[in-house]
């Protein structure tokens, strides 16, 4: 598939030397890396003769209430320093906007960035800034009873979700030790979750499963290829479904699943679409890590909402 980059004469924000460019930060993100990343990129944005502003959010709230005023100002480019998480947070603003965005990436999963190849050493990111190109991706969408919530990776839905769940809940431990204490709690808790499933408009299917991941991106958690063919530009969500298993057999499926070779085994079953349907009582439902929705929702797809800097090939 052709990378949908946009033909353009020039080279972003380097080919005006003194382009106003806003950093926005969420400095909680990644355990204080967003903080220090923002730091670095300012002093590396400023050093290439550019007028920069630096502004931080100590909140959701407040990272979207600067978000909303720094587009106001319409900067030549919005650079957002933090995770995939801090990103899903003020999406819907940003695909109301012609500005482009550059991601720099200082949070814990960080797999937007990862799948746009953009470096995840903050000062290489920075210079996706002055020297990139853009490219235009997917946004993808949950509606539900809660609202409608963009995401840009992946949204998850049965056991991974309650992983995400049971790690949000835990105190105890700091670090990747909760996810990891989270995954033998939710493991030893397996059971399979009765969706009912209709996609693209085709007739309501009772789908048993362990999981259902529905992908604008490949992968979530850090890397891990849940939808490893998804491409962030081809208009289309990839939907990756695995059977009910037990535990086992589940321990021994995740070294396929982390180099993604998982989707031609016979438990797994991967399709496109553009909408899909879940509900299931107690249902969670989880995108760019963050809780987005339960019971029952719709998940679809904004082709090409969203203009991103992007290394060049």
Do not use: K
Not at 216 to 240: F, H, K, Q, R, W
């Amino acid at each position: 598939m052709q990378s949908a980059v946009i033909p353009t004469a020039s080279r972003g924000p380097e080919a005006s030397v003194g382009a106003h460019i806003v950093v926005l930060s969420n400095p909680t993100a990644g355990r204080g890396r967003a903080r220090r990343a923002a730091a670095a990129v300012a002093d590396r944005l400023r050093g290439r003769g550019h007028d920069v502003r630096v502004v931080a959010g100590d909140s959701a709230a407040a990272t979207r209430m600067l978000a909303v005023q720094a587009l106001e100002a319409a900067p030549s480019l919005l650079v957002v320093v933090g995770g995939d998480g801090t990103l899903s947070c003020v999406l819907d603003i940003l695909v109301d906007h012609d500005v482009p965005m550059v991601l720099i990436p200082a949070g814990t999963g960080n797999d937007l960035a990862r799948s746009l190849r953009v470096p995840l050493d903050p000062i290489a990111a920075a210079d996706v800034a002055l020297d990139g190109v853009p490219r235009r991706v997917d946004v993808g969408e949950v509606r539900s009873a809660e609202g409608v919530r963009p995401f840009v990776t992946v949204a998850a839905l049965g056991f991974d979700a309650r992983v995400s769940d049971r790690t949000d809940r835990l105190r105890w431990p700091r670090g990747p030790l909760r996810y990891y204490l989270a995954l033998v709690i939710e493991l030893l808790r397996l059971r399979p979750v009765q969706l009912d499933v209709a996609i693209d408009g085709e007739p309501v299917e009772r789908m048993p499963s362990t999981l259902i991941a529905v992908g604008n991106t490949a992968s979530y958690g850090g890397g891990m290829p849940i939808c490893a063919d998804a491409e962030p530009d081809d208009g289309a969500l990839d939907v990756v479904r695995v059977r009910p298993l037990g535990r086992l057999r589940l321990l021994r499926l995740f070294p396929q699943l982390l180099r993604g070779r998982h989707l031609g085994l016979r438990e797994v079953t991967h399709r496109r679409a553009y909408s899909v349907y879940v509900s299931a009582p107690d249902l969670l439902v989880y995108a760019d890590g963050e809780r987005v929705a339960r019971d029952s929702c719709t998940i679809g797809i904004r082709p090409a909402a969203l203009t991103v800097l992007v290394p060049r090939v």
